[in-house]
């Protein structure tokens, strides 16, 4: 599957509620919460997710109306996170091609 060039897959400091999600106001529409195949690691003050198949993580699909926007995601997950596409599954079973930052540290 290949990823839409305007989803985006978030679980961490991305989603709402929390510290990044300041860089989606306005600029990326919540679609609705998805899960990947992957499972996250504990990094302290901050998530990261790898890909596994065995697992499970939960979080959110949004549509990123400002293609500039991007460039501000990558800078903000830094070298440590490798934007990748990954297949999302959303609540009624619909499945996505969307980006997700993989932790690679």
Same mark, same amino acid.
Not at 42 to 58: E, F, I, M, N, W
Not at 82 to 99: F, K, L, P, Y
């Given at each position: 599957? =290949? !990823?839409?060039? #305007?989803? %985006?897959? =978030?679980?961490? =400091?991305?989603?709402?509620?929390?510290?990044?999600?300041? %860089?989606?106001?306005?600029?990326?529409?919540?679609?609705?919460?998805? *899960?990947? /195949?992957?499972?996250? $690691?504990?990094?302290?003050?901050?998530?990261? !997710? $790898?890909?596994?198949?065995?697992? %499970?993580?939960?979080?959110? %699909?949004? @549509?990123?109306? #400002?293609?500039?926007? +991007? !460039? !501000?995601?990558?800078? /903000?997950?830094?070298?440590?996170?490798? @934007? @990748?596409? $990954?297949?999302? *599954?959303?609540? #009624?079973? *619909?499945?996505?091609? /969307? +980006?997700?930052? +993989?932790? /690679?540290?």
């Amino acid at each position: 599957m =290949t !990823a839409s060039s #305007d989803l %985006l897959f =978030t679980y961490g =400091t991305l989603m709402r509620g929390f510290r990044l999600h300041r %860089l989606l106001d306005g600029r990326a529409s919540y679609l609705g919460p998805g *899960r990947v /195949a992957g499972r996250l $690691v504990d990094l302290g003050s901050y998530p990261g !997710a $790898v890909p596994d198949t065995g697992g %499970l993580v939960r979080g959110e %699909l949004y @549509r990123v109306g #400002d293609p500039r926007l +991007w !460039a !501000a995601l990558d800078s /903000a997950e830094g070298p440590q996170y490798h @934007r @990748r596409e $990954v297949t999302v *599954r959303s609540e #009624d079973g *619909r499945e996505r091609g /969307a +980006w997700i930052y +993989w932790y /690679a540290g």
